[in-house]
């Protein structure tokens, strides 16, 4: 259930609904608005209609049933769009269109601090490069773990870049927290229920890509394992699905762009590298993108794609990068942002 607060509630009748519903069994979580405070009952479904009678405590607008089987990540909740702050100066999910780069895996501290250096004077905000790999193969690469994500802070201080990193394991989230800005939830975890709620009791910003294989309610019911445990800053990945077609690694699904717009206040970037498999086919898809009303850009960019230990074949050089960075202008001053 919603209790939406009158524009000028007093902030002791807010407090008083949240003692309310926690003698009741339920979860508080309050959505601080611009004109109103909304506060989410989270519990029990089958018992939530007690929940009415906090109609008549001062302060109080209404009671309304959260009808979408997601509750915090809904739009019901909170009709404005969520800016999630990643760092000074950089967020996501307002004007600015977010831009993301940087190689699939931390190979080298050479390596990370030539692309952080590239990737920032072209103008992405944040570094990326994996040091915990899901591959398909126990015999592929792994990543360099701690040691890689030693490198990957060192390359984001030299360049001035917040960093985000996956995160495998709950057993790790600790370890990741200490080097990463952004903890990384991957497509291949998106239902791993208990990294959801470890990480959701996190501090730091999540950025959770969409499965291979889940539909789009069920990628916001993944969401909400995180939001339910507290976070508060939620970045939504749209990575591409597994289709029939096999032209592409896999089928980016730009409609889920629109359709998560719609259902979620969330901001959702996309990942045209993962998404298509293919440098060549990562700035038409970049521009899609942005046209389609992404709220950023997650890039993958090596300073050798062909020597890459892993996801070459979609790297970009950072040539590449910098003329994908100029070709977006015109789409991204078309979409109504900023970079
Ligand atoms: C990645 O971002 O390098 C990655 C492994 O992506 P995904 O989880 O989408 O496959
Ligand atoms: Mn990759």
């Given at each position: 259930?919603?209790?939406?607060?009158?524009?000028?509630?007093?902030?002791?009748?807010?407090?008083?609904?949240?003692?309310?519903?926690k003698?009741?069994?339920y979860t508080p979580h309050t959505i601080?608005?611009?004109?109103?405070?909304?506060?989410g009952a989270i519990g029990?479904?089958?018992?939530?209609?007690?929940?009415?009678?906090?109609?008549?405590?001062?302060?109080?607008?209404?009671?309304?049933?959260?009808?979408?089987?997601y509750k915090l990540a809904s739009?019901?909740v909170?009709?404005?769009?969520t800016?999630v702050?990643?760092?000074?100066?950089?967020?996501?999910?307002?004007?600015?269109?977010?831009?993301?780069?940087?190689?699939?895996?931390?190979?080298?501290?050479?390596?990370?601090?030539?692309?952080?250096?590239?990737?920032?004077?072209?103008?992405?905000?944040?570094?990326?490069?994996?040091?915990?790999?899901?591959?398909?193969?126990?015999?592929?690469?792994?990543?360099?773990?701690?040691?890689?994500?030693?490198?990957?802070?060192?390359?984001?201080?030299?360049?001035?870049?917040?960093?985000?990193?996956?995160v495998?394991n709950p057993m790790?989230v600790e370890?990741v927290a200490?080097?990463?800005?952004i903890l990384q939830v991957?497509?291949?975890n998106v239902q791993n229920f208990s990294l959801l709620k470890r990480i959701g009791k996190s501090k730091l910003p999540i950025l959770l890509?969409?499965?291979?294989?889940?539909?789009?309610?069920?990628?916001l019911m993944s969401a909400e394992y995180c939001l339910s445990e507290g976070s508060r800053r939620l970045i939504l990945?749209?990575?591409?699905?597994?289709?029939?077609?096999?032209?592409?690694?896999?089928?980016?699904?730009?409609?889920?762009?629109?359709?998560?717009?719609?259902?979620?206040?969330l901001?959702?970037?996309?990942?045209?590298?993962?998404?298509?498999?293919?440098?060549?086919?990562?700035?038409?898809?970049?521009?899609?993108?942005?046209?389609?009303?992404?709220?950023?850009?997650?890039?993958?960019?090596?300073?050798?794609?062909?020597?890459?230990?892993?996801?070459?074949?979609?790297?970009?050089?950072?040539?590449?990068?910098?003329?994908?960075?100029?070709?977006?202008?015109?789409?991204?001053?078309?979409?109504?942002?900023?970079?």
């Open positions: 259930m919603i209790i939406v607060m009158k524009p000028g509630a007093l902030k002791k009748d807010t407090r008083t609904v949240i003692r309310k519903i003698e009741m069994g601080y608005g611009k004109t109103r405070n909304v506060i029990d479904e089958r018992g939530k209609f007690v929940l009415q009678s906090l109609e008549s405590l001062p302060g109080v607008d209404r009671v309304v049933p959260i009808l979408k089987p739009r019901e909170k009709p404005e769009p800016e702050k990643l760092a000074p100066g950089v967020s996501v999910g307002g004007k600015k269109l977010l831009v993301i780069a940087g190689p699939c895996s931390v190979e080298s501290e050479q390596q990370m601090i030539r692309t952080a250096k590239a990737v920032k004077a072209a103008g992405a905000q944040v570094l990326r490069g994996g040091a915990f790999k899901p591959r398909t193969s126990p015999y592929a690469f792994q990543g360099l773990e701690e040691k890689g994500l030693k490198i990957l802070r060192k390359a984001g201080d030299i360049a001035g870049m917040p960093v985000v990193t996956e495998m790790d370890l200490r080097y990463s800005d991957g497509a291949r890509k969409r499965g291979m294989m889940t539909t789009i309610t069920e990628f990945c749209e990575r591409g699905i597994r289709t029939f077609e096999d032209a592409t690694r896999n089928t980016l699904d730009l409609s889920a762009v629109p359709v998560l717009k719609e259902r979620t206040h901001p959702i970037i996309v990942d045209p590298s993962h998404g298509t498999g293919h440098f060549r086919y990562v700035p038409s898809m970049s521009c899609a993108s942005v046209a389609a009303g992404a709220d950023g850009l997650m890039i993958e960019v090596h300073p050798s794609p062909e020597n890459a230990l892993s996801d070459g074949p979609q790297s970009l050089t950072f040539e590449n990068f910098a003329a994908l960075m100029e070709t977006l202008r015109p789409f991204i001053a078309a979409a109504g942002r900023t970079i």
